[in-house]
């Protein structure tokens, strides 16, 4: 998609050099997909404390554990 933006060189070149980057194409895709990861983990760390998880997971695949040594 082609699109017009009016971005600070400064920061942009600084973006550049920061994610390892060679074209402000790059530059700018890595930063979109680092700012929706973040989102998204952020969107995570609301359920912390009030998901209970106490799951056995050998029960849950129906396994049966061997209780031979």
Do not use: P, W
């Amino acid at each position: 998609m082609l699109t017009t933006l009016d971005l600070s060189e400064t920061l942009l070149e600084e973006a550049m050099m920061v994610t390892n980057t060679h074209t402000k194409t790059a530059v700018i895709t890595v930063a979109l997909e680092r700012l929706v990861r973040q989102s998204k983990v952020s969107g995570i760390k609301n359920y912390f404390g009030k998901l209970n998880l106490d799951i056995d997971l050998n029960t849950l695949r129906g396994r049966e554990l061997s209780t031979q040594i």
